[in-house]
């Protein structure tokens, strides 16, 4: 279980650090009693996507934080001590940070993000002053009459690190770019990235590039702690299609949207939508979904170890259907499976020989 808590932390961690420190290096301010705009409105402000996520930030802190910290006290203890560090050197709280909206254009083995956060105001000069005491750079760009902030500092410099190492560049490079969209709203990520954002709010291009993916996360499940919509490149479907009859059906797919959650008592279990080009396409997809999940019971089936076995439980769990163009994939995995499959199996050591008198 410990094992689970600690990959659970360290992704939403890095989700929430990587967003405060691109969003603002300065002083958090309380939230005005504006709401904010719609997640759609703030998807149609992103440049052309591959992925767009939405992560509930808000969630994660207020339910829950509080539900790990009961099962994994010392986890969130070393959270909390990251955060409140991250805090003290960059005035960021993550926190207070709402919702996180990201999009992603995967290029090859390098790619590059935008993110879009709910819940921010800052101040430029408590910026400038901040950075400069932490021996970081600071400067600013006049850009059509809006001001880009760019600053480059250690702790910035570490979570962009993070995030280049699962692929996905939220910056050119040490740099890291962010401007106010309005009071409460920031978007950060690479000069052109920020530019492009901001061209889009001030109404120079008026076509949604992410509509297809926007619509796609309306049929997700709206209270997911991560909900996201994602087109597979065209590159990786022709390379699937020639790595014969299974990964032929696995290239049929267009769109994977779907929501990840975490229950009440922290079981995790996600919601997918396979999109095809048709329905039987899709049909063919459900099949050989199906067909998997069976080869991998019957492989499991006769090996009597403890965690080949709770594999072979997990997969029970797996529910596959098809319906019109759309495959739906679910999972949802039981605490007390989640239990054995999350602590490792103790060892028994073999029995110390006792020794007589007359043995050698």
């Not at 101040?123 to 950075?131: R, S």
């Not at 009071?183 to 008026?206: E, H, N, P, W, Y």
């Not at 996201?228 to 022709?238: D, I, V």
């Not at 790595?243 to 990840?260: C, H, N, P, R, T």
């Amino acid at each position: 279980m410990h094992r689970f808590f600690s990959w659970t932390l360290a992704i939403l961690l890095l989700t929430g650090l990587v967003g405060a420190s691109l969003s603002a290096v300065g002083k958090i301010t309380e939230p005005v009693a504006a709401s904010a705009p719609a997640v759609e409105d703030e998807i149609a402000l992103l440049p052309a996507s591959d992925l767009i996520a939405v992560i509930n930030v808000s969630r994660f802190f207020s339910e829950v934080v509080p539900k790990i910290k009961t099962d994994a006290p010392a986890d969130i203890a070393k959270m909390t001590k990251e955060l409140e560090d991250f805090t003290s050197q960059t005035g960021i709280d993550p926190s207070k940070i709402k919702t996180a909206i990201v999009g992603a254009k995967l290029q090859g083995d390098s790619g590059s993000a935008a993110i879009i956060l709910q819940g921010l105001s800052f101040d430029a000069k408590l910026i400038e002053t901040t950075v400069k005491s932490k021996d970081g750079e600071f400067k600013t760009t006049d850009y059509k009459g809006r001001q880009i902030i760019t600053v480059k500092m250690k702790a910035v410099s570490q979570a962009a690190a993070a995030a280049s190492n699962v692929g996905v560049s939220l910056s050119g490079g040490d740099d890291i770019n962010f401007a106010a969209l309005d009071g409460q709203t920031a978007v950060a990520g690479d000069l052109a990235t920020v530019k492009s954002v901001l061209d889009m709010q001030a109404g120079a291009s008026r076509s949604n590039t992410n509509a297809a993916l926007s619509a796609a996360l309306k049929d997700t499940k709206t209270t997911g702690l991560v909900r996201f919509a994602a087109n597979l490149p065209e590159s990786l479907r022709k390379d699937l299609d020639g790595q014969g009859d299974l990964f032929k059906q696995i290239a049929a797919v267009k769109m994977i949207s779907g929501s990840l959650d975490l229950a009440s008592d922290l079981s995790p279990s996600l919601d997918a939508l396979l999109r095809t080009g048709s329905a039987d396409e899709a049909s063919q997809l459900e099949t050989g979904l199906k067909s998997l999940i069976f080869l991998g019971k019957s492989f499991l089936g006769s090996n009597q170890d403890p965690q080949m076995q709770s594999i072979n439980q997990l997969l029970d769990q797996v529910k596959i259907s098809a319906r019109t163009t759309d495959v739906s994939f679910s999972l949802a995995v039981p605490r007390a499976l989640l239990d054995k499959l999350t602590t490792p199996e103790k060892k028994t050591e073999p029995a110390a020989s006792i020794k007589t008198p007359d043995s050698k």
